[in-house]
């Protein structure tokens, strides 16, 4: 897989929705892990990169580069 598909403060869509109906994630670390925050109820999970590669669906808005 390419390497830098997304970067910090991307907007992703994941493959499952969170419970709380919201499919729209912000990446807010990245690393091994990679943590990301829902845009709908504030909940953020940690997920080992590898793991986050497979679940992630599409980038929705990539960050602004400043």
Do not use: Y
């Not at 907007?11 to 709908?40: F, S, T, Y």
């Amino acid at each position: 897989m390419a390497e830098n598909l997304f970067s910090l403060n991307d907007i992703v869509e994941m493959k499952k929705p969170h419970p709380c109906g919201e499919n729209r994630w912000k990446i807010i670390r990245l690393g091994a892990d990679i943590r990301i925050k829902c845009q709908g109820c504030g909940h953020s999970v940690m997920l080992p990169r590898r793991e986050f590669s497979k679940k992630v669906k599409k980038v929705i808005e990539h960050a602004e580069e400043t």
